[in-house]
């Protein structure tokens, strides 16, 4: 695992765009895993900046998002496919062909099996995500943020390693952390996110922390054993994970 050290979220922000900025230079036709959340928020707003004067970043690129709210549809604001229209794609020239987000709806596949139950569609829309990552090739390279309790993407604690593309429960401190993006509204219980075994498949991992709410994480990734009690320690067996932190973040290492 490397390390690199920032001064605060504004240079945590310029180095991970210049991280994704790079690796599409180097590969345009990368496959990227993409995250959601306040922290990489920076990096997209960063990346837009670039690719603005660059104009063609994007253009080959595919990108798999990490997960998405079950019960949630693609266009309402809460979702994470808005988000990352807001952030990224309605900013960059990626083909939409090849954005990928999980449907928390399973809007196709219900369409496409009338006769499945919600859950039974939900099932099948992971199965087609994890198989339309294995088609594009596999994961490159995927941006990871970090819950306080450890989650990546949204695998809880307690989540195999191994564990692939599903349907999860969000853990009630997941829900009160992200309440603020659901004002006047209940924060969905449940989630499809990639599993850890799909994230670890990628072939490079770049894990973004910022501020002091996740000090405490970042102390049990650099001292813990892997263990599922703290899914991020997966990491620690993969063999190219790069962690960006800030110095706020990096408190207690
Ligand atoms: P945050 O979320 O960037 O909004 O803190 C990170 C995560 O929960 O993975």
Known sequence: MKWRVVQDQHELARTAAKMLLDALDE????????????TPAGMYAQTVGECRVARHCFELATTFNLDEYVGIARDDPASY?????THLFDHVDIAPERIHVPDGLATSVRQQHPALSLDEALELECVKYEEAIQ???????TFLGIGRNGHIGFNEPGTPFDSRTRVVQLAESTRKANAR??????????????????????AAIILLASGE????AIRRLS?????????????????????IVDQAAAKFR
């Open 81 to 85: 496919c808005s988000y990352m229209r």
């Open 223 to 243: 001292h813990d054993e892997p263990h599922p009690d703290f899914p991020a320690s997966a990491l620690l067996r993969h063999h190219d994970v790069t962690v």
């Open 135 to 141: 088609r594009a090739g596999s994961l490159q390279l």
């Open 181 to 202: 993006y659901f004002p006047g509204r209940e924060v969905p219980t449940r989630a499809i996110t990639m599993g850890i075994g799909t994230i670890l498949d990628s």
């Open 27 to 38: 590969d345009p036709q990368i496959v990227l895993g993409l995250p959601t959340g306040g």
């Open 213 to 216: 709410g996740k000090a405490e």
